[in-house]
């Protein structure tokens, strides 16, 4: 009888852990399906290189896969950060995107993990003094400026474009104003009349390496239509900003057509976006420093 009531109660512990484990496993599982939907959800109506970066983030933050955005545990064995579904997308993902922030992620990682050592003291237990801390150098005001640890545009290359002559000797063109739109029309005059960025728009240096997803829309292709088109008008004439402004929403969310907005804003916003879609050619933004940002 005993023998009974025994094997009785290990029969309800086995089930009670099955039953434990499955109800664990099935949590589990749903939660990373909200998390794939809500990825899902942020990733719908926002331009290409915004959902880049945001696949980027819930790779990490959401525990999907960073390529198909999938469910998914494993993660890339060198960095431990960026995860994947299968050593498909890892593959695929690699030439393109996670080559080029492995490196840095793995020493982010270790960086992190070594700050909480030194403030708990040294290997005696005992805590490190404020004198045995080296204080930083003072900086040099005759020294260079700091050097960027990565450089993705040869100084060169820079000076090749500030000698092109080409763009300057065009006639001025005028951009028609399609209500309260003067802001944007000064403000592009300014940005365009930079001799390197306008060089760089007419050769369409940005359209040979750019890698929008299809008929995406680029707000630098779409700069460089506009000086095609500003080459190709005849003196004293002026072309449509329309095609622009039609966009607004997509690189200056704070902004409306047919308000008077704030030139200034509508620069700031332009040179962000350009940023960030220039830095997603070479796997993103926060792969870089600042130093290769600026």
């Known amino acids: 009888m005993i023998h009974l009531v025994g094997v009785g109660i290990g029969v309800v512990i086995v089930v009670a852990f099955i039953y434990v484990s499955v109800a664990g496993l099935l949590r589990d599982s749903q939660e990373l399906q909200q998390h794939s939907f809500a990825a899902r959800t942020s990733l719908e109506g926002q331009p290409w290189w915004e959902r880049a970066a945001i696949a980027r983030r819930m790779s990490i933050d959401a525990g999907l896969c960073r390529f198909c955005s999938k469910p998914t545990t494993t993660h890339c064995s060198r960095c431990k950060s960026v995860k994947y579904c299968s050593i498909v997308c890892q593959r695929k993902d690699w030439g393109s995107n996670h080559k080029f922030e492995c ?66 000797r065009r006639p001025p063109i005028g951009f028609s104003n399609h209500g309260n739109n003067c802001y944007a029309n000064s403000a592009l005059q300014c940005l365009l009349a930079s001799r390197p960025l306008r060089a760089y728009l007419d050769q369409g240096l940005h359209s040979r390496d750019c890698n929008k997803p ?29 095609p622009i402004l039609s966009q607004l929403r997509r690189f200056a969310k704070t902004l409306s057509l047919g308000r008077q907005e704030d030139a200034h804003e509508f620069l700031y916003s332009l040179l962000n976006t350009m940023e960030a879609i220039q830095l997603t050619n070479y796997g993103g933004k926060e792969r870089f420093d600042m130093r290769t940002q600026e």
């Open 214 to 242: 299809g008929n995406e829309w680029c707000l630098l292709c779409q700069l460089q239509v506009l000086c095609k088109r500003m080459a190709d008008a005849p003196a004293g004439s002026d072309v449509s900003l329309r």
């Open 103 to 168: 490196e840095n992620l793995q020493k982010l990682a270790a960086t992190q993990a070594a700050a909480p050592a030194a403030a708990r003291g040294n290997s005696s237990g005992h805590p490190i003094s404020s004198s045995a801390v080296s204080k930083p150098t003072p900086p040099d005001p005759n020294e260079d400026a700091p050097v960027p640890r990565q450089v993705l545009f040869s100084y060169q290359h820079y000076l090749q474009l500030c000698h092109n002559r080409t763009s300057c």
